[in-house]
């Protein structure tokens, strides 16, 4: 009788909501080797975005020596790891990453199968806490890993390329075929780990750096003498600058620095 009452509690343990992109990984080779990329240091915090049914939060929280916490927006997949995982209760912070609060006061490690529906969006959240963020270990669909670790001179190379390497070392890792998940996407994913530069760049007002960087690759098929007018505070001093004859995709992180310190500074 228990053995049914167990598996019944098994078959309703949880929906799967597509709406919050719930794509939970099953195989377990893949929750080992995506656990297996963090640099683990005593002592430090580590974040889980988006734990899910604990696929690799088992993994996680088990660490020796590590400060374990993770943001879940489903109510129902953290009562769920609550109950499996009674240790658990405490860690889980119920909340909207995009609008949680930093959840350490100290630099933490970011690690997750994100949401493919808001990847983006949290690319900016870290984005934001970068000063504290010392590494992020992150599943997207394949073409938007690919996108964020390409280089200039690509058509795939864009507003997120530019920003994350202003900030972070980023690797594309390996590629996750779609049958390692339930339900099973319709694309393939990646695994990208970003390793902070500690602001390489010494870029201090961040906001504007994205403002321009955004600017520049809206109307990515105008030169960048166009694509920035709107924004251009020092109008005359453009005309005999040979960057600005170039298009978005062209410009490496460098010349995105350069050409903000010399018209946005
Ligand atoms: N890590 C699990 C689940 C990945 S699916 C696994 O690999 O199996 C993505 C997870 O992110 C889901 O659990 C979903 O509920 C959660 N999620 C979706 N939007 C979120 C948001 N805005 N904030 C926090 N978590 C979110």
Request: net charge positive; hydrophobic share 45%; glycine share 4%.
């Amino acid at each position: 009788m228990a053995v049914v009452w167990f598996t019944l509690t098994f078959a309703v343990m949880y929906t799967l909501k597509k709406s919050l992109g719930q794509h939970f990984l099953h195989d377990e080779n893949m929750c080992r080797k995506i656990v297996e990329t963090l640099a683990v240091k005593p002592g430090m915090n580590l974040l889980e975005i988006g734990p899910g049914g604990g696929a690799i939060t088992k993994y996680l929280f088990t660490l020796p020596d590590v400060n374990y916490k993770a943001i879940e927006i489903d109510t129902e997949k953290v009562d769920y790891l609550h109950k499996t995982y009674p240790a658990l209760v405490g860690k889980i912070i119920t909340a909207d990453i995009l609008q949680a609060d930093k959840p350490f006061d100290t630099n933490f490690t970011v690690i997750g199968n994100f949401p493919y529906n808001i990847s983006s969006p949290i690319m900016f959240r870290m984005l934001e806490w970068e000063p504290m963020v010392d590494e992020v270990t992150g599943m997207f669909q394949k073409v938007v890993a690919m996108r964020i670790a390409a280089g200039p001179g690509s058509k795939t190379y864009g507003i997120l390329s530019v920003l994350m390497q202003a900030f972070f070392k980023v690797e594309f890792l390996f590629e996750v075929h779609e049958n390692c998940f339930t339900p099973p996407p319709k694309v393939k994913s990646g695994v990208l780990r970003f390793t902070s530069l500690h602001n390489p760049f010494n870029i201090q007002d961040k906001r504007k750096f994205i403002m321009v960087v955004k600017a520049a690759f809206n109307q990515r098929r105008k030169t960048l003498r166009n694509a920035l007018k709107s924004i251009m505070p020092l109008q005359e001093t453009v005309t005999a600058d040979t960057m600005m004859d170039k298009r978005a995709e062209q410009l490496s992180v460098q010349d995105f620095v350069d050409l903000f310190e010399r018209y946005f500074i």
